[in-house]
């Protein structure tokens, strides 16, 4: 069982499959959206995820074309969830956002042409330009 939540504790959730994928993103709109330099991350099939308390909503375009759901905290503004539409079947939740840290181990790094340059990167991690999902 996967378990995590919001800076606050008003959203709560846990997750009743395996980890499909995970890595860390560096695209520019991740990136403004935690107020980090990357966004760490798992995917979970869609219908995994149960919420506890009332998520906000911001929608935005994706790279696809398609639209991009993110969902956050609107109390302390912690960004949790996102849902592309182009993945119907999935969700991504925050890494940030875990009770276990230690269950992330990230499998790629995303849209790593937009990393800041200071970036490292572990070799041993595959790195891809723009998106791998």
Same mark, same amino acid.
């Given at each position: 069982?996967? @378990?995590?939540?919001?800076?606050?504790?008003?959203?709560?959730?846990?997750?009743?499959?395996?980890?499909?994928?995970?890595?860390?993103?560096?695209?520019?709109?991740?990136?403004?959206? @935690?107020?980090? &330099?990357?966004?760490?991350?798992?995917?979970?099939?869609?219908?995994?995820?149960?919420?506890?308390?009332?998520?906000?909503?911001?929608?935005?375009?994706?790279?696809?074309?398609?639209?991009?759901?993110?969902?956050?905290?609107?109390?302390?503004?912690?960004?949790?969830?996102?849902?592309?539409?182009? $993945?119907?079947?999935?969700?991504?939740?925050?890494?940030?956002?875990?009770?276990?840290?230690?269950?992330?181990?990230?499998?790629?790094?995303? $849209?790593?042409?937009? &990393?800041?340059? $200071? @970036?490292?990167?572990?070799?041993?991690?595959?790195?891809?330009?723009?998106?791998?999902?």
């Amino acid at each position: 069982m996967i @378990t995590g939540k919001c800076f606050c504790g008003a959203i709560q959730y846990k997750v009743e499959a395996n980890i499909l994928k995970s890595g860390v993103c560096h695209c520019h709109a991740c990136q403004r959206l @935690t107020g980090g &330099a990357a966004w760490p991350f798992i995917v979970i099939p869609q219908e995994s995820l149960i919420i506890q308390g009332k998520t906000k909503e911001f929608v935005r375009l994706g790279s696809s074309g398609k639209k991009a759901h993110i969902s956050f905290c609107g109390t302390c503004g912690s960004t949790l969830f996102g849902r592309p539409e182009i $993945w119907p079947h999935i969700r991504i939740v925050a890494a940030s956002s875990l009770d276990d840290q230690n269950i992330f181990s990230p499998n790629m790094h995303v $849209w790593t042409e937009n &990393a800041p340059k $200071w @970036t490292l990167f572990d070799p041993s991690i595959p790195k891809f330009d723009r998106s791998a999902i």
